[in-house]
């Protein structure tokens, strides 16, 4: 279940909404009823459930490196 973005070109409103995959585009503005409503492109996030490895990645927990805990 995605959190999308939008922004109402008309007041400015930007908020956040859950969009299930069997729900309605998001078509207006929920602070002024207006239909012009834009999806903004956001940047994407994720946890990984591993060991952070100083070069920006993440050493899967099977193979963490001998010594640690």
Do not use: W
């Not at 409103?13 to 069997?22: I, N, P, T």
């Amino acid at each position: 279940m995605p959190i999308f973005e939008y922004v109402c070109k008309k007041c400015g409103h930007q908020f956040e909404q859950l969009v299930f995959s069997s729900d309605e585009p998001v078509s207006a503005c929920p602070k002024c009823g207006d239909n012009s409503v834009e999806k903004l492109m956001s940047v994407a996030s994720f946890r990984g459930h591993g060991i952070a490895t100083g070069s920006g990645g993440f050493t899967p927990p099977s193979c963490k490196p001998s010594g640690t805990g």
